[in-house]
Structures are given as C-alpha cells and as structure tokens.
C-alpha cells in the first residue's frame, strides 16, 4: 500500500476556492492511478474525480464538472483538487485514494483503491 496525507481544506463561503493536495509515499506514485472522494454527514462516500496513471486521463462526477479539477505532479508525488465555485452541497470531508500499480478498470468505484488518506475536511458556508 502507499501513504496519503491529504491538506488543504478549511471553511470558505460559497462561489470560493480551495485547493485539496495529497503527498503519497511508500510505492511508486506515477504506477498508481489515483482519486478523490467526499463523505458528508450521513452519506456514503462518493466520487469525485479520478486520474490515470497511464496517460492522465480525468473522470469527474457530475455535479463537479467545470468546477473542480484534478491534476498530478509525479515529480512531487502528489495529486491535487482544485475546487471553484464551491457550493455548500459541496461540504463532506475529502479523501485520497490510490490504486494498486497499473490498475486498469472503473476509476469510479471505490474497490478500484486500495489505499487511502486519513480525509480533510471542507466546510462551504451559503
């Protein structure tokens, strides 16, 4: 498995920006595919978005396409989420997830990961 330590959230008021990071260690980064996903109160966690580890490929759900954004720096090991227009819908807390090395499948499922971040929390006030 790699490690995932996710930074970046906080409280911000609606139509703001946040920008989530996630340092991986332990494994090679860039064999890894890699995603987000969010759980609010009484919610199962879901999707957000995903990354390939093969051609960098972006999958997104949603109710986050042409707000948030992810990208990878296999240099620096880490992916990011960049969050604008945030709504208050958006509020959950956020975790990282990585595949194990050259995953091919559904980056949308939660079994497609096999390792995953302690969460950081994201709070959008209206």
């Known amino acids: 498995q790699v490690q995932l330590v996710e930074s970046g959230g906080g409280l911000v008021q609606a139509g703001g920006s946040l920008r989530l990071s996630c340092a991986a260690s332990g494994r090679t980064f860039r064999d890894s595919s890699m995603g987000w996903f969010r759980q609010a109160p009484g919610k199962e966690r879901e999707f957000v978005a995903a990354?390939?580890?093969?051609?960098?490929?972006?999958y997104y759900e949603d109710s986050v396409k042409g707000r948030f954004t992810i990208s990878r720096d296999n240099a620096k090991n880490t992916v990011y989420l960049q969050m604008n227009s945030l709504k208050p819908e958006d509020t959950a807390i956020y975790y990282c997830a990585a595949t194990r090395p050259y995953y091919y499948g559904n980056l949308y499922a939660r079994a497609a990961f096999d390792s995953w971040g302690q969460g950081t929390q994201v709070t959008v006030s209206s």
């Open positions: 990354i390939s580890w093969s051609l960098g490929s972006t």
